[in-house]
């Protein structure tokens, strides 16, 4: 589960194993802090804070350990913070003869869910189509769109964005009687290969389609 704080993430794992029981009304909490390359976080301060809001308060040591010997079962807010990362706050519960042990996770400032920073998904600059239509003698006519494009956001690269493109659509076609036509599409017609979006969505990269073409054969039905 992801907890924001702050505009910060983390990820924390709770883990509970069992342990005798050797005082009924207290049990302890240890844990471990990394970033997510696996390394000891040292210095983070690590806030444990009662119903009661009482707070205690210590630093993990240079392997990113922390330890809270003696507390009172009950229910607690496990915060844990450090400057070049994300805060992080958790409920623990701690009861009698189990001892949470938290294994900690510090994301950068700006994350989401584990994710680096990213910008607004699908964020296009700008875009611009031009349409045009016209009717030639002989009963021909001609329909043509330049789409340009000034690129979508570029995944996990943050506020970059893709390079800008443009595609070139053309229709020729010839109104053989009132009711029937014949028309002939080539859709981008440069043959332009490149990638179009990169953001981060469900529907995952996406690549342009290559030069296509086209024949349709149109007739009005009268009902």
């Not at 493109?165 to 053309?170: F, K, P, S």
Request: proline share 6%; hydrophobic share 40%; aromatic share 10%.
């Amino acid at each position: 589960m992801c907890v924001s704080h702050r505009g910060a993430v983390l990820v924390l794992l709770v883990l509970l194993y069992p342990a005798r029981a050797w005082a009924a009304a207290y049990g302890s909490v240890i844990g471990i802090v990394r970033d997510d390359s696996e390394r000891a976080v040292a210095g983070a301060k690590v806030l444990l804070e009662s119903a009661a809001h009482a707070i205690t308060e210590q630093k993990t040591d240079s392997t990113g350990r922390f330890d809270f010997p003696r507390v009172e079962i009950g229910h607690y807010m496990l915060s844990i913070s450090r400057r070049e990362f994300a805060s992080l706050s958790r409920p623990i519960t701690v009861e009698a003869g189990y001892f949470p042990f938290a294994s900690v996770v510090l994301k950068p400032p700006g994350t989401a869910c584990g994710f680096p920073p990213i910008a607004l998904d699908h964020d296009q600059r700008n875009t611009l189509n031009v349409g045009y239509n016209a009717n030639l003698p002989r009963q021909f006519f001609v329909g043509s769109n330049l789409a340009f494009n000034s690129g979508l956001s570029n995944g996990f690269a943050g506020p970059s964005h893709l390079p800008s493109y443009a595609v070139l659509d053309l229709t020729v076609g010839r109104e053989i009687t009132p009711d029937l036509s014949v028309l002939i599409t080539g859709l981008n017609l440069t043959n332009a290969h490149l990638l179009t979006d990169d953001s981060l969505t469900f529907g995952g990269v996406h690549w342009n389609n290559p030069f296509q073409i086209y024949a349709e054969l149109r007739y009005k039905l009268h009902y």
